[in-house]
């Protein structure tokens, strides 16, 4: 079978293959500490559990509107409201299984053979793999690790052709845990709307914050009509299982992405966007206190990483990933992180798992209770001890 020259230009996310490897290591027999996973380790609210099930008794099992059910467009649209300060019309919010089909669908309709899209690197990495996939050329902006992973602007501005198309930003960001500033932010929207450049904005971590305040680029004027804002249910309620996200977009890109949705998965599953309405109506309370035991753990493993010789590691802002520099231990980030699998009995990432510049760097997930994060913790300074300065 001949598999069509598109496919190599795809891409795929790592940790999903770290995981394989290291369940095979339990398999045998092997304790491992998981911190490759970018998923809250707690359960779903009971509250959004039970509507999902009624949902179901009632028979909320059918096809729907392709674009998202009416009901909880209307909520999307009074969260953002509530969260971002401007009023939305429903009918510009595009419900998807996941998140993640926004940035497929939003890359798809945008661009094309010859364009050029701007993205974070580090950063996820389904960005660089949708864009390349789409035909369109992958330019990378570093994030370096003296600006606080944020990006130089004057870098930004010096990549910026006439061919550039797209920006792609995420604050809080995965994998550094870094947030952009307002000033970083008011820069990009001076840069998007001065060369007539649509901007993603990647917002899925927007409620696990530690430090200051994530400012939306869709808050600055002008800005609402040039932005996709993307989020979803599953990092804030703990839904990564039940694919629930959508995107806020301009009014003309609303038929092309529902098209793209009606050609590939038809719908999001109604009884799992009925959920979704219970969860924006329903209690707030599990958000804080999830946030509340992050931050505990932010602090455990930050701390602890700094103590560990060889290693030094910033405290991120936001999001549940920490990012240390382990440049002075001599090996590559991604033999490391073998290494550490293999020898010590930890899972993590690579820091080139995220891109080029994520050489010299791991990720590590803290969504894991305190106690194994100790346990990762004495084990990654006692793997890393035997390593030769």
């Known amino acids: ?34 911190l490759e996973i970018g998923e809250p380790d707690f359960d ?10 009624e949902a179901l008794s009632k028979g909320f099992t059918h096809y729907s509107n392709s674009q998202g059910i009416v009901p909880l467009r209307a909520e999307i649209a009074k969260d953002v409201e509530r969260t971002h300060g401007f009023t939305v019309d429903p009918n510009r919010i595009v419900v998807t299984p996941g998140a993640k089909p926004i940035m497929f669908y939003t890359i798809l309709a945008l ?41 130089d602007l004057d870098e930004l501005r010096s990549k910026i052709t006439p061919r550039t198309k797209l920006i792609i930003i995420n604050s809080p960001h995965n994998p550094t845990g870094g947030i952009l500033e307002p000033d970083d932010i008011r820069s990009i929207a001076k840069l998007a709307q001065e060369h007539d450049i649509t901007v993603l904005s990647d917002e899925v971590y927007e409620h696990i914050i530690y430090e200051g ?46 098209g793209l949705i009606v050609n590939s998965v ?28 992050f931050r505990k753990r932010r602090d455990l493993i930050v701390d602890g990483l700094n103590a560990i010789p060889r290693i030094s590691c910033r405290r991120p802002k936001g999001a549940f990933y920490v990012f240390p520099n382990i440049i002075k231990l001599g090996m590559s980030s991604s033999r490391l992180a073998d290494y550490l699998l293999n020898e010590a009995g930890v899972a993590v990432l690579a820091g080139t798992d995220f891109g080029k510049h994520g050489e010299g760097y791991l990720r590590l997930s803290f969504a894991n ?21």
């Open 369 to 389: 209770s305190q106690e194994n994060i100790k346990k990762a913790l004495q084990r990654i300074e006692a793997a890393t001890a035997k390593l030769k300065p």
């Open 213 to 258: 305040a994530a400012l939306s680029i869709t808050k600055i004027p002008g800005m609402l009509d040039r932005t996709i804002l993307l989020n979803g249910f599953s990092k804030t309620y703990a839904m990564t299982g039940w694919r629930l996200g959508y995107g806020v977009m301009p009014a003309g890109l609303v038929d092309p992405v529902v």
């Open 1 to 34: 079978m001949k598999i069509s020259r598109r496919m190599g230009r795809l891409g795929t996310e790592t940790a999903f293959r770290v995981l394989a490897k290291a369940q095979a290591l339990e398999a045998k027999g092997i304790n491992v500490v998981h």
């Open 44 to 53: 779903t609210p009971a509250n959004i559990c039970t509507a999902a099930a």
């Open 111 to 151: 661009l094309e053979q010859g364009d050029e899209a701007i993205y974070p690197d580090p950063g996820f990495p389904i960005y660089e793999s949708m864009i390349k996939f789409s035909g369109a050329k992958a330019i990378a902006i570093p994030l370096r690790e003296e600006l606080d992973f944020r990006l």
């Open 266 to 293: 038809s719908c999001t599953a109604t009884f799992i966007q009925r959920a979704g309405i219970e969860a924006l109506t329903g209690p707030q309370d599990s958000i804080a206190k999830m946030v509340a035991e």
